[in-house]
């Protein structure tokens, strides 16, 4: 609570001026105006929040997150500024919200009965579970009768306690206790330790934060997927609770919530138990000798260095001296027409490779249209590293063609694995690709990203997972046979890049 109370004496103020306004305006014999009226006149919305992957967080651009970005946006579309209030936990925003100190909570929380008579919900077009996790080395739960004898974690003022209580009645010995001093992150990471046996999250939350946490597992789910909302003060009038149903129906209608999601949420599926636990390990013991080389030479080609040690780990696993069976060869598996290309004489040797894949990636970014925006443009890079520039164009028109956005990754990614069938390639101009692999490529890199930036950015990473027990895995070839047959098979077969054609 200490660290609010700044800003909580801040809407303090702004209520109290808000009531002798309201006086003067009785007096006057004018009407009080609404919450919407407010707002715009003041130019501020005021937004109470948790640090959460998928609500908020800052990382090293700025805010971010799923919830945050749809609220900027609201902002925006009112013409005024957005103000976050960070708060601890869930608790301490329904309060905030129950004093109508704030506009909008962004709690990651469904739409409760028990809220009714508190709060407006505003549904926000992503739908979450309360799911049953458990270490991966216990028993599997099946049902809620085996989750009587062991003690449930959740956190507090969460939507799992609402499902507990329901089932309470068929399961009167059912225990479990609220943490507010925990996220869904650290539950997760008591349950990888050990720490505790049984815990709910939700979906979302699990899906963002799973790869961090291999050892976890889902047990089962207690409910069937709702909506998350945004709670407003009931004290408020309709007008903003109005206004933020048709800013959501607009941004349902246009695509751009279905953009987001896929920002946010579509690229988390790509790496297995096996390959997390093989990633981290090599985050700790392959990457440091080469981790200068991608600092300097991202820097020198001004990208993101997280980014492209992503791609030199899903091209070689780090390993300098990878070479495919069609002649790749290298920490970034060049082949020899990219490697004249950009000028690198030793493919083998890692500083010329991650130069030469620093430039080339560089090269390939600067050919996607200015007009497609970010993150889309670095995935339509990705995509294009991988298969070629003259293939994604191709995709990218059977896109168009076919009435959707071909300057989205989200439509893009559904018409590429459409290059492998004749009845679509034979109408292209580049003809025949592999084109479900950049489409596993971006996924995997995206995810690579995610844990690298997790465990590497100062501002935002622990080492939770770097010091937990990993594989004993060596750089001896052999070892990389310990990756599982899924993971492996999710690796393009032929990773090398040409120069780019039209």
């Known amino acids: 609570m200490m660290t609010l109370m700044p800003q909580l004496k801040h809407f303090r103020t702004g209520a109290c001026l808000l009531a002798i306004a309201s006086v003067v305006a009785l ?12 707002i715009r006149s003041e130019g501020v919305l ?17 805010p971010t997150g799923f919830e945050y970005e749809l ?5 925006d579309s009112l013409g005024v500024e957005l103000r976050v209030r960070v708060a601890d936990d869930n608790t301490e925003i329904l309060s905030v919200l129950d004093r109508n100190y704030a506009h909008i909570g962004l709690a990651g929380l469904t739409d409760s009965p028990d809220y009714t008579d508190r709060f407006r919900a505003v ?29 449930i974690h959740v956190i507090a003022n969460s939507n799992h306690a609402r499902y507990l209580n329901e089932l309470k009645a068929d399961y009167p010995d059912l225990t479990w206790q609220q943490h507010p001093e925990l996220d869904a992150a650290g539950l997760l990471e008591r349950i990888e330790s050990g720490e505790l046996q049984l815990a709910i999250v939700a979906s979302n939350e699990l899906a963002i934060n799973h790869v961090f946490f291999p050892a976890v597992k889902e ?18 009038d309709a007008s903003l609770y109005e206004a933020a149903q048709g800013f959501f129906s607009v941004l349902e209608t246009d695509g751009t919530l279905a953009q987001l999601k896929e920002r946010y949420y579509g690229h988390l599926d790509r790496l297995n138990y096996v390959g997390a636990r093989t990633f981290v390990h090599h985050v700790r013991n392959r990457l440091p000798r080469y981790e200068s080389l991608f600092r300097d030479y991202a820097q020198e080609n001004e990208l993101d260095w997280r980014l492209l040690a992503a791609i030199g780990y899903q091209e070689s696993h780090w390993r300098p001296n990878a070479v495919s069976p069609t002649g790749v060869r290298g920490m970034m598996m060049l082949t020899r027409n990219t490697a004249d290309y950009v000028g690198i004489d030793n493919r083998l040797d890692p500083e010329q490779s991650v130069d030469g894949g620093a430039r080339y990636f560089s090269m390939v970014y600067d050919r996607i249209p200015e007009r497609i925006q970010e993150p889309d443009r670095t995935w339509f890079a990705l995509a294009s590293y991988n298969v070629g520039f003259g293939h ?21 990614k559904e018409f590429l694995p459409l290059l492998a069938q004749k009845e679509w390639y034979s109408k292209t101009r580049f003809g025949y690709a592999r084109g479900h692999e950049p489409v596993i490529y971006v996924q995997n890199i995206r995810r690579y ?7 590497k950015d100062p501002a935002q990473a622990t080492e939770q997972v770097a010091s937990q027990d990993l594989p004993a895995l060596t750089d001896d070839p052999l070892a990389e046979q310990t990756l599982a047959t ?4 999710s690796l393009p077969r032929d990773l090398g890049m040409t120069p780019p054609t039209l």
Not at 219 to 236: D, K, R, V
Not at 395 to 410: C, F, H
Not at 486 to 489: G, L
Request: some cysteine.
């Open 392 to 412: 994604l164009e191709d995709a990218r028109k059977l896109t168009e063609a076919a009435g959707r956005n071909p300057d989205r990754w989200m439509d893009v």
């Open 27 to 38: 007096a006057s014999g004018c009407s009080r105006p609404s919450t919407l009226e407010e």
């Open 486 to 489: 899924e993971e492996r098979a």
């Open 71 to 75: 609220a900027k946006r609201f902002a």
């Open 219 to 236: 047990a089962f789910t207690l409910n069937e997927p709702e909506s998350l909302a945004w709670l407003l003060p009931a004290e408020q």
């Open 123 to 151: 549904p926000i077009g992503l739908k979450s579970q309360s799911v049953v996790i458990y270490n991966r080395d216990l028993p599997k739960p099946q049902s809620i009768g085996d989750l009587v004898d062991t003690p």
């Open 449 to 455: 990203y995610d844990v690298l930036a997790w465990m």
């Open 46 to 62: 005021h937004v109470i929040t948790r640090n959460a992957p998928s609500i908020y967080y800052e990382d090293r651009d700025g």
